[in-house]
């Protein structure tokens, strides 16, 4: 593919799809480097550091395409100029000696060549960042260290300033509510018992605007077909994942994620599901919104009370408390959670 073939047309490719063609990787990475997005070489590898300079072009040219390349973002890529591209750039300024990280956990947990020191006081352009688990991801944008630019810092450790307006941390609001389509698993065609699963997922894709593949029945009954048609468990948090990814969405999945980080992803505007021992079996809800008290979840299967589900109660924006979240989510001090985007 080359990006002349995406013009006036409704292909769409993801960064997967982009990494599996080197033609189409190199022809986009000349054309970032072109810009002044991602430095040299062209070499039709498209990873980390290319993906993240394309979302960047994406957002600096409003392509209105996140996730994936289309006609507009190819039209554009073809047609602009570095003069194009506002400036100056991202800047991650480092406020305490710190470590760059190959992954977001203690320092100690890692091996050296996955660890970076980096004293007070540095600075380094970015093409992107975003945070995760009490980290910052950075892609940094024209420096490397240990062979790879794309790195996680503490997330108290950094800072992300545009022309000297700060953008990280941002602090959040004191309340959030996201306004995510409520459904309910009892109506479900398949398992309605036992789909929360799907049935949260279809929530968060359809607050997403991600399309669905059938134009009749219900986004959770074709979640829960195609799960079974590609061999998916629907009570594997990972393939949970893999259904999301495949519908071309991201699902950042992690088995350690801290409150915070959920507020966080909330003030960002994205939706997050959790998993929990609501029934013996365990249950999974969307976390659509928190108060200083708790989070304000969409429970596909009702409203829970300490004696069981009140199944014929509605479980749009029930508020639970932290308190109950760490006794049913965590009692063993790990929190399993999707982080869901476009």
Not at 34 to 49: E, Q, S, Y
Not at 92 to 108: E, G, H, Q
Not at 142 to 158: C, E, R
Not at 244 to 253: E, I, L, M, S, T
């Amino acid at each position: 593919m080359r990006l002349q073939d995406f013009l006036n047309t409704k292909i769409r490719y993801d960064a997967r799809a982009i990494a599996a063609d080197g033609d189409l990787a190199r022809q986009i990475q000349s054309r970032l480097i072109d810009l002044g997005l991602l430095k040299p070489p062209v070499d039709g590898i498209f990873g980390p550091l290319s993906t993240a300079a394309l979302h960047r072009f994406q957002t600096l040219m409003k392509c209105g395409e996140p996730g994936f390349l289309g006609a507009v973002t190819a039209k554009k890529l073809i047609e602009a100029k570095p003069g194009d591209i506002p400036k100056p750039p991202l800047m991650l300024k480092i406020v305490k000696d710190t470590v760059f990280k190959a992954k977001p956990l203690a320092a100690s947990a890692l091996p050296e060549a996955e660890k970076q020191s980096i004293p007070v006081g540095r600075e380094f352009e970015i093409i992107a960042f975003a945070p995760i688990r009490g980290h910052v991801r950075v892609a940094l944008r024209s420096q490397s260290f240990k062979g790879s630019g794309v790195w996680y810092v503490f997330g108290a450790h950094a800072q992300v300033t545009l022309d000297g307006k700060l953008l990280y941390p941002k602090p959040n609001p004191p309340t959030v509510r996201l306004g995510v389509p409520y459904r309910s698993q009892m109506d479900n065609f398949y398992n309605p018992t036992g789909a929360c699963n799907v049935t949260s997922l279809a929530m968060c894709l359809d607050f997403l605007r991600v399309p669905r593949r059938k134009r009749t029945g219900q986004f959770e009954d074709e979640l829960y077909e195609y799960a079974i048609a590609k061999g998916y468990s629907r009570w594997d948090p990972n393939d949970l994942a893999k259904i999301v990814r495949d519908y071309g969405a991201q699902d950042y999945f992690t088995e350690n994620a801290l409150i915070d980080d959920v507020q966080d992803w909330l003030a960002s505007g994205h939706p997050a599901v959790i998993h929990g021992y609501f029934t013996s079996f365990g249950h999974i809800v969307v976390v659509v919104g928190y108060d200083d008290e708790g989070f304000f979840v969409h429970d596909p299967y009702g409203e829970w009370f300490e004696s069981g589900y009140d199944t014929n109660a509605s479980g749009a924006y029930l508020h639970y408390s932290y308190r109950l979240i760490r006794r049913v989510c965590m009692p063993d001090g790990k929190f399993w959670v999707h982080f869901i985007s476009r």
